[in-house]
């Protein structure tokens, strides 16, 4: 479990981490997590859910009230067999939404779409729109294809009452040029989310150099998607109910998720730059976290385990 994180489209998400560092049937190039030691589409109960579940429970009697409850993973959380019952287990409960990010490249399989059907919000990822971009960007396990997954978010949505916000992630240079963006217009009609969500390459990536879009160009792109497509804007957290942690074991549960700059780590912990900072030095001198500067920004992230 870690978090609450701020989330720039989920506000103050806490999240929960159901397959290990780092388990996932893509390897992008662009994920802040670093490569994909192992790449399967196997499913399997990867963390036992009652552990999961007590753990929520004593996290939430703290009076922590998130916007969400997030099931995610270091890697991808449908390949954990048991997500239904996970989903269930989590409504039972508490009422805060749950909300699943996935590659959704699952999705073509009748069970995971099943499994994901539980949640209030599924925050689907689409980064490319033909076979030659999913291989360049995402680096699919050999028996994911680009067809599969784009069929599989179009059946998503025939059956699924709830929210899909997909969210297509956008380099400069690798999946941006003119026909690129049209073809993301066809597919983007055929699968029909609520919300599209844009994002670029802002923090630091596992292939280093990949230039993010600017704003100007992200918001031109989103008009040619059309009206429900958002470009995904820094976080504009508030604070978190009676949440006000500033104890390292919290920043450094986030940091696992991914990089984030001093102001991410205030605003996100309600906390001061001094104590921000006071934390940060402890884990480095603990070995724990390192710094990375991306585009004149420092970014903090976890330590490899
Ligand atoms: S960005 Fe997501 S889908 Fe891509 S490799 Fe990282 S964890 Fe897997």
Known sequence: MYGPVPS?????????????FK???????????GRTSEKTVERKEYAPINDVLAELKDRLETGLHPDF???????????HSRLADLITGIKNITDIPVAVITNGTLLFRQDVRADCAKADVVLPSLDAPDQQTFQRINRPHKDISIENVISGLAAFRNEFAGQIWLELFLIAGVNT???????FKDVVKHIR?????????VRPTAEPGLQKLNQEKLRDIAKQLGKNCEVVADFSPRPCGKHNE????YLLSML?????????????LAISTG?????????????????????????YHANPR
């Not at 989310?193 to 390459?201: E, G, R, Y």
């Not at 700059?261 to 205030?266: F, G, M, Q, T």
């Open 8 to 20: 720039r489209r989920l506000s103050q998400s806490l999240g929960i981490d159901i397959v290990p």
């Open 23 to 33: 388990v996932c049937t893509l390897d992008c190039i662009y994920c802040q997590l």
């Open 69 to 79: 409850i997030t099931i995610s993973g270091s890697g991808e959380p449908t390949l």
């Open 177 to 183: 040029n003119p026909g690129q963006i049209a073809k």
């Open 193 to 201: 989310p609520d919300k599209i969500h844009l994002n670029t390459a």
């Open 246 to 249: 500033t104890k390292p074991e």
């Open 256 to 268: 696992k998720r991914r990089p984030c700059s001093l102001n991410d780590i205030c605003e996100a």
């Open 275 to 299: 104590d921000a900072l006071k934390s940060i030095t402890q884990l480095q001198l603990r070995g724990l976290i390192s710094s990375t500067e991306k585009d004149g920004l420092t970014f």
